[in-house]
């Protein structure tokens, strides 16, 4: 049993010795949290607010007639149903027009949210 934990050890050396920055830790505060390391070497903070594809909403719809009920309603375009999931178009104020359809309790309307990981 010892020697399975020598050589563990052992392994745990090499791995550390051999890795680029092995015992580096990020730095941030936490009003930078998450941060990206740019190649630069400068601690970039990620945007803390979602971003989402402009002019782009989406719903759970069960039919295609479901998907086309909601465009009427909230006057946008609907571009496809892909299964249960209905894609909208629209050059209004996307925000505006999801708080308009929670105030008259309409069918619920999201962003098309996405994460950016770095943006030189």
Do not use: C, H
Request: without cysteine; glycine residues 4%; charged residues 15%.
């Amino acid at each position: 049993m010892d020697i399975l934990r020598l050589l563990l050890l052992a392994l745990l050396i090499v791995t550390l010795a051999t890795t680029p920055n092995g015992n580096a830790v990020p730095k941030a505060t936490i009003d930078t949290i998450p941060t990206v390391e740019n190649p630069k070497g400068k601690v970039t903070p990620m945007p803390t607010q979602p971003a989402f594809e402009p002019g782009i909403l989406l719903a759970r719809v069960s039919t295609q007639a479901e998907a086309e009920q909601i465009a009427t309603l909230y006057g946008i375009t609907l571009e496809s149903v892909n299964g249960s999931l209905a894609r909208f178009t629209t050059d209004q104020d996307i925000l505006a027009l999801i708080d308009l359809g929670q105030k008259n309790n309409w069918p619920t309307l999201t962003p098309n949210y996405y994460r950016q990981l770095y943006n030189p």
